[in-house]
């Protein structure tokens, strides 16, 4: 164990490297470590069997963790896209490609059961994928996620009835479903009345007693003793860590418990990656070459369409529908242990399955590099007539304004800006593409609205060519970058404020036309030094014509960056 364990680090950090190297999500280079070590090709991991077992935990702090984000209020609300949304994609997806499955001569039952877990996708890397591009809160985010987990409720349900349809159960079929659904509700409730009156207690004496380590055990208990409370339970442990994560959304402690186990999380995933690299056969790859595209090419165009035309059926523009779509187009890690349970009961034909789990993988595979190229291909979509109503409201509302801020991302900055212009009496519209922050703030402002600032043709319809300052706030540099640019097609001459984390792209911002560029680590660092003059006892009028000099000079005073060990600008 201790081996196999040190061969799938050291593999991973020389992979991993490379790839952040190349640019490429660290998902593809823990996939094709697994692919890389495992029994079909170089053989340097013997079989063990507490392997799946140490992997499956990355799978349990993932839906912990993304349990903190989405907390109890946000799932209440989320609960027509979970049961509707995820219903329809799971029975229309799995009869289709079941459907399919009995062409090609497999077993009705073996073929509907399969069809089933095809149709559901993978948790992990959409879930680590849409989190590292901060698109969990966006429409398709959302829609992917309450799916998500609609699915893993399913998955249980399918593992539940391999036994049951092979013949190797006494229990029917019509007990094991509802047997498992009244197991996740007590589930539920359980832990919901842990978090309401024992959870609170444990951390606010563990808080008091102002140890970091005892923390950081609490948080590490919680996690595995829910999982192996779901696991006796006969439920996903994932399933059970996504709830206990989900009702401590809500608590003071969020953060730290976020923080406490992220380093667990990231570990034991990058194992649960590897471990399913390994199941693959390499040589399936050169015998059966345009079976496996052609089966992972199907696999993503139907589930991708039906997502898509479920999305857009309930009422959401193309853009959201379609990148909804291409979130969950993938098979999901489920559909291996459905796989491998089904071979085990003589459910499945040996021929089946070397190629269909070969062409789960590679749809897995393909996901973080479509997730990545998304935001660019949607830009290029054509506007439909319900967007274009939203533009024409957004447009009639702001017509009589003039000069005017426009703000571009309304997180922290954006809104701390907001404020103080608020109290200053100067009027702003801002444009934000988080939904739910921008429906909170509706509540009080009116002056925000839900949009892609890349998009000329929004900023044409907040008053853009009768602004008299423009501020994108947005965290993300590259975005920024394209925010301005398109700015800059519509009005040559207004003013525009880029914030960005550092001047790494100063230059470019400058020759896209910002008027000025507001490092914030530079500026924050500045601050603080101007502070510690101040405080040293030098005169505030010198301290003042030192910063005024440092800004003049674009910061060149706060350059030589020495990066220590981790390589972090804290």
């Known amino acids: 164990m201790f081996a196999n364990l040190l061969i799938i680090l050291a593999s991973s950090l020389v992979v991993i490297a490379l790839f952040q190297r190349l640019r490429l999500p660290p998902v593809l280079g823990y996939l094709c470590v697994g692919l890389m070590i495992g029994p079909t090709a170089f053989n340097w991991v013997n079989e063990n069997e507490d392997l799946p077992d140490l992997a499956e935990l990355g799978v349990v702090f993932l839906l912990f963790s993304l349990g903190l984000e989405f907390s109890l209020s946000k799932m209440i609300a989320l609960r027509k896209v979970v049961f509707r949304l995820g219903g329809l994609q799971v029975m229309i997806t799995g009869a289709i490609l079941g459907a399919l499955l009995m062409w090609m001569g497999m077993p009705p039952t073996a073929a509907l059961l399969l069809g089933a877990g095809l149709a559901l996708s993978s948790t992990a890397i959409v879930s680590k994928e849409l989190g590292s591009l901060g698109e969990i809160f966006s429409s398709h985010g959302q829609n992917a996620i309450a799916v998500l987990l609609f699915q893993d409720v399913v998955a249980v349900l399918l593992l539940t009835l391999v036994p049951v349809f092979a013949g190797s159960s006494d229990q029917a079929w019509y007990w094991a479903l509802p047997m498992t659904l009244i197991k996740t509700v007590v589930l539920f409730i359980g832990l919901l009345a842990a978090s309401r009156w024992l959870l609170p207690r444990l951390f606010h004496e563990v808080a008091a007693a102002r140890s970091a380590e005892l923390f950081v055990l609490l948080a590490l208990v919680i996690v595995l003793l829910t999982a192996w409370l779901t696991h006796l339970m006969g439920l996903s442990p994932a399933l059970g860590a996504f709830l206990a994560g989900m009702l401590l959304g809500e608590s003071h402690y969020r953060h730290q418990i976020e923080a406490d186990i992220r380093p667990f999380r990231d570990i034991f995933l990058g194992v649960f990656f590897v471990s399913i690299g390994m199941l693959i056969d390499v040589q399936l790859f050169v015998s059966h070459t345009l079976m496996i595209l052609g089966l992972t090419l199907g696999l993503l165009l139907i589930k991708g369409c039906v997502v898509a035309l479920l999305v857009k059926w309930r009422g959401s523009d193309i853009e959201t529908a379609w990148r909804s779509g291409l979130a969950l187009a993938q098979g999901g890690e489920f559909c291996f242990a459905l796989m491998a349970q089904m071979q085990q009961n003589d459910m499945m034909p040996a021929e089946f399955s070397g190629p269909l789990l070969a062409a789960t993988f590679c749809s897995m595979l393909l996901t973080p590099l479509l997730l990545r190229a998304a935001p660019r291909i949607a830009l290029s979509l054509h506007r439909k007539p319900n967007e274009e109503a939203k533009l024409e409201e957004i447009s009639a509302l702001n017509a009589d304004l003039t000069h005017h801020v426009v703000i571009c991302g309304y997180g922290r900055v954006g809104q701390s800006i907001g404020r103080v212009l608020r109290n200053e009496g100067q009027p702003y519209i801002a444009l934000d593409s988080d939904p739910v922050r921008v429906q909170e703030a509706a509540v009080a402002e009116t002056c925000v609205h839900y949009g892609d600032s890349r998009r000329g043709e929004l ?36 003013p525009i404020l880029v914030r960005t ?28 030094a101007s502070h510690a003059l101040i405080m040293l006892g030098l005169p505030a009028d010198q301290v003042q014509s030192r910063v005024d000099q440092a800004r003049r000079n674009r910061y060149r005073l706060l350059h030589g960056f020495y990066p220590g060990s981790d390589g972090e600008e804290d």
Request: glycine share 4%; charged share 25%; hydrophobic share 55%.
């Open 459 to 494: 900023l044409v319809a907040v008053g853009l060519e009768r602004a008299r300052l423009m501020v994108i706030a947005v965290d993300q540099t590259d975005i920024a970058l394209l925010i301005l640019k398109e700015a800059r097609r519509f009005n040559p001459l207004v």
């Open 501 to 528: 984390r550092d001047d790494s792209m100063l230059t470019e911002l400058k020759a896209a036309g910002a008027t000025e560029v507001v490092p914030e680590l530079l500026e924050s660092s500045l601050m603080l």
